[in-house]
Nanobody, 124 residues
Framework: EVQLVESGGGLVQAGGSLRPSCAAP????????IGWFRQAPGKEREWVSC????????DYKESVKGRFTTSRDNAKNTVYLQMNSLKSEDTAVYSC?????????????????WGQGTQVTVSS
C-alpha cells in the first residue's frame, strides 16, 4: 500500500520560511507525480503545486509563485515544499498526494494516494 507521511509544518511569523516534506517509504517513488494541496479552516481544499515523477518539472498556484518551490529526492523517496515569504493567508493544513503517472495535475480527483497533512500556521 502506498503511504505518504508529511512533516515539517509549524508556526512561523509572517515573512518567515518553512519546508514541509512528504516521505513515501516502500514503493517505487519515481513512478509517481506528487501534488501539494492545502485546506484552510472553513475553506475548500486547494491545489498548491505539483512535480512530475522523474524529470521534476513543476507547476504552482499563482499566489505562491516566486515564494514556494517544490523539489524531490527520488533516492530518499521524499518531496519537499520550500515556503518562503509566508503570509497569514498561507495558514492551512498542507497535504501531499501521489498519482502513478509521470505527469502533473492540479485536479485533486486525479490523485489516488494522500498523506494525513501537516499544519502550517503563519502569524501576522
Amino acid at each position: 500500500e502506498v503511504q505518504l507521511v508529511e512533516s515539517g509544518g509549524g508556526l512561523v511569523q509572517a515573512g518567515g520560511s518553512l519546508r514541509p516534506s512528504c516521505a513515501a517509504p516502500g514503493f517505487t517513488f519515481d513512478d509517481y507525480a506528487i501534488g501539494w494541496f492545502r485546506q484552510a479552516p472553513g475553506k475548500e481544499r486547494e491545489w498548491v503545486s505539483c512535480i512530475s515523477s522523474s524529470i521534476g518539472s513543476t507547476d504552482y498556484k499563482e499566489s505562491v509563485k516566486g515564494r514556494f518551490t517544490t523539489s524531490r529526492d527520488n533516492a530518499k523517496n521524499t518531496v519537499y515544499l520550500q515556503m518562503n515569504s509566508l503570509k497569514s493567508e498561507d495558514t492551512a493544513v498542507y497535504s501531499c498526494a501521489a498519482r502513478r503517472t509521470p505527469f502533473t495535475s492540479w485536479r485533486e480527483g486525479e490523485y489516488a494516494y494522500w498523506g494525513q497533512g501537516t499544519q502550517v500556521t503563519v502569524s501576522s
